[in-house]
């Protein structure tokens, strides 16, 4: 029961197959091939001591004009049928290429329509604009929490990617792109290229078509990063200063670098914000740091009050309404 049904989808497969131009021209080169083989087997068959595996290798080679020459016509008869082949099956085989080029086009271009596709359904997203090691582990990190991610890149898409987060390649810092990529509805963008100065025209193309959302640039010389300021980027993130930074605790403290490594990575403990405060306003900073690990076994390690950040701020530091509260914890506390 089963073959019957596997042989049935063959043949419907099949015949799918040749409503398409891939398909015609498949069947019309396999047809001369064959028709090639035995029409110049009883051609020459008087003439040559040939079999149906050297016809069938002289209509190919013939075909694809390769012309080894170890085969050649002797009779008339197989003359005549060496020009026909040579004219009209190369003719054939380059439609028959051609058709397999442009399906294998077709099948990329269907692929990306589908990211489009998929982008454009989102909201609330995370942009991520380029493709190398570092966003690799970015989004390892970031699909243990986030299931919405859309990834731009001039680079080609790898061949084990995965197929639930759109990929679209070209240009990050042009403004169609952008737009195949529905930067209107992403909520963050994270922009990691290798030039600091095409970071820049992505992070000034983002900002122009949305503004509200939140741009992080990573930069590499960190005189630049004035420049990303003035574009209104929200967060500029320079590679050479906080690597140099750990590799110097990684050498002078190694054991103050693993709880560094712990909180950097999403799995485990690491650095959370707190928004919602409202029953602490008020509050002693030692008051909060007991209720806060009774209730929710979170460590208190400080807040941000007006765009400053207040790391091990004063026991009695009263909490104010518009706190946004620090904590280490295993998850994110609502």
């Known amino acids: 029961m089963i073959i019957f049904k596997i042989i049935n989808r063959i043949i419907k497969q099949l015949k799918h197959l040749t409503k398409t131009l891939i398909g015609k021209a498949l069947i019309i080169a396999l047809c001369m091939i064959i028709a090639g083989t035995f029409a110049f087997y009883f051609l020459e068959i008087q003439y040559q001591n040939l079999t149906l595996l050297d016809t069938f290798y002289w209509t190919i080679i013939t075909m694809t004009t390769i012309g080894y020459g170890d085969i050649s016509p002797v009779s008339p008869g197989g003359k005549i049928l060496s020009l026909f082949i040579a004219i009209f099956g190369v003719s054939i085989m380059a439609v028959s290429m051609g058709s397999i080029a442009s399906f294998i086009l077709e099948l990329k271009f ?24 570092r966003i690799k582990i970015i989004l390892e990190e970031l699909k243990n929490e986030y299931t919405n991610i859309v990834i731009i890149s001039e680079k080609e898409r790898p061949e084990d990617w995965d197929s639930s987060i759109p990929y679209i390649h070209g240009d990050p810092s042009n403004d169609d792109i952008l737009k195949k990529a529905n930067v209107f509805n992403a909520s963050k963008a994270l922009i990691d290229l290798d030039d600091d100065g095409k970071s820049l025209l992505t992070v000034l193309s983002i ?20 420049h990303f300021k003035r574009v209104n980027c929200d967060k500029v993130i320079c590679k050479n200063t906080i690597l140099g930074k750990l590799l110097t605790i990684s050498v002078h403290t190694p054991e103050v670098f693993t709880a560094y490594d712990e909180l950097i990575s999403i799995a485990g403990n690491e650095i959370y914000p707190l928004y919602k405060i409202e029953d602490y306003i008020g509050k002693d900073f030692k008051d909060l740091i007991i209720l806060l ?9 400080g807040l941000i009050r007006d765009n400053k950040t207040l790391i091990n701020p004063s026991l009695d530091e009263k909490i104010q309404k518009n706190d946004i509260l620090l904590l280490i914890s295993e998850k994110r506390i609502e």
């Not at 998929?118 to 991520?128: E, T």
């Not at 959302?213 to 630049?224: G, L, V």
């Open 110 to 133: 269907f692929k990306e329509r589908r990211f489009v596709k998929m982008a454009q359904n989102m909201k609330d997203f995370i942009l991520i604009c380029g493709w190398n090691e």
């Open 207 to 226: 900002e122009s078509l949305n503004p509200e959302c939140y741009t992080i640039a990573k930069i590499n010389n960190h005189e630049n990063a004035q």
């Open 293 to 301: 690990k009774e209730k929710h076994n979170a460590t208190l390690i």
